[in-house]
């Protein structure tokens, strides 16, 4: 312990002319100036100083009433968010069951449709299929019936002679003669 007050005396005593060292005399180093300027100093800077920790008080005061401000507008904008986003998401689960039930009503009319026009195409088919049967079967009538007429003017060609011509149409014309008198009766 001696060693360390020895050093602060020897730290007193060293020559001041180029270095740096403590000053161990109380008397030297006024202690008396130093305590009034002390005193000076805070009884002048406690107002400064006051004024300056109320500015700063203040202040932050400021900041945390208008980050209350601001948090009690976003919450209420989160509020009216969170509102609208409900009722969009309702409105769309509206659409979305309306538009179902708009595209299940529009595939059953197709599909009704749809099977309307097949019914259709079936009685078209159908009837174009007897209007060619009915053509075909005409067409085959009449093939026939000329070569029935024909084999048959072949047969009398063949077999009538100018005479049994002239009594074939002789015969005919007293027909219509009989059947004239009998009209006109």
């Known amino acids: 312990m001696k060693n360390i007050t020895d050093s602060f005396l020897c730290l007193g005593y060293w020559p001041s002319a180029g270095s740096f060292g403590f000053n161990t005399d109380i008397l030297a180093t006024n202690p008396i100036n130093l305590s009034v300027v002390l005193g000076v100093l805070v009884f002048f800077g406690k107002g400064v100083l006051s004024d300056l920790l109320d ?16 948090r009690e507008g976003a919450i209420e904008q989160l509020e009216k968010a969170q509102a609208r ?11 979305r069951v309306n ?13 009704n449709s749809i ?18 049967q009915q053509r075909v079967i005409n067409q085959v009538r009449q093939r026939v019936l000329q ?9 009398l060609k063949s077999c009538l002679n100018n005479e049994l011509h002239l009594r074939t149409v002789s015969a005919n014309i007293g027909m219509f003669g009989t059947m004239k008198e009998k009209i006109t009766d």
Request: hydrophobic letters at 30%.
């Open 55 to 70: 500015n700063r008080k203040q202040k932050i005061l400021r900041t945390i009433r208008n980050s209350e401000e601001l």
């Open 85 to 95: 986003l409900r009722k969009v998401e309702t409105e769309a689960d509206r659409f």
């Open 99 to 111: 538009g179902y039930s708009e595209i299940e009503r529009e595939k059953l009319n197709l599909i």
């Open 115 to 132: 099977y309307t026009t097949l019914e259709q195409l079936e009685n078209y088919k159908n009837e174009a299929i007897h209007f060619e």
């Open 147 to 155: 070569q029935a007429l024909q084999g048959a003017l072949g047969t």
